[in-house]
């Protein structure tokens, strides 16, 4: 077994404070009892476990956290976080580097991941909630390189999402909402918050 040695030189000190200024709160209090890991539904799927991330974070590994495939596989199921004892926002310790990830154009491997987050949160934004027909058009057209790929993912995607408008647990039309300029007022203050105006 290889055992890869973390050089100072390439660790930047600053890194958790930063997660904690773009909202992952309490990101430096883990105590790496692994409790978040153990819980996770999709660790399965990651490259570095929960455990691991924190405390790459802590150690200030910024760019191998930032390239990860587990920032972008993170369920936001909120399990870690209502099991961790030091109170540890995982979630939105996941959430506030993807946010990093995005705003510096670091993408991993699997580009699968940035573009269903930018999918998904341009389909909140357009109707306040989540249509998943629109997401996954979004998703589709983000994710394959060409439109015989879009469309070949699509009608993959067709018979459930018939299955689910038969049975009512999805809307065939997009829900209206009221005032939708408040929620405008919300993701242009957010947009400020971020520095991305």
């Not at 030189?9 to 997660?19: G, L």
């Not at 203050?189 to 520095?195: A, L, P, S, T, V």
């Amino acid at each position: 077994m290889e055992i890869e040695t973390i050089k100072l030189k390439d660790c930047d000190p600053n890194f958790a404070k930063e997660i904690i200024g773009a909202g992952g709160k309490k990101a430096n209090v883990c105590f790496q009892c692994g409790t978040c890991t153990a819980g996770c539904p999709t660790v399965y799927a990651m490259d570095f476990t929960p455990r691991q991330i924190m405390r790459m974070v802590n150690l200030g590994m910024r760019e191998q956290v930032l390239q990860s495939g587990t920032i972008w596989v993170c369920a936001s199921c909120f399990t870690c976080q209502s099991r961790c004892p030091r109170g540890v926002e995982i979630t939105s310790v996941m959430g506030a580097l993807k946010n990093i990830a995005i705003r510096e154009g670091i993408t991993p491997q699997n580009k699968k991941g940035p573009a269903f987050y930018n999918s998904f949160l341009e389909v909140a934004m357009d109707h306040g909630r989540i249509y998943e027909p629109e997401l996954m058009l979004r998703f589709a057209g983000r994710s394959e390189k060409s439109i015989p790929g879009a469309l070949k993912s699509l009608s993959k995607d067709i018979p459930l999402g018939m299955g689910l408008v038969k049975k009512g647990k999805m809307a065939f039309l997009p829900h209206s909402f009221r005032r939708p300029e408040q929620l405008k007022i919300i993701y242009d203050n957010i947009r400020k918050m971020e520095g991305e105006k």
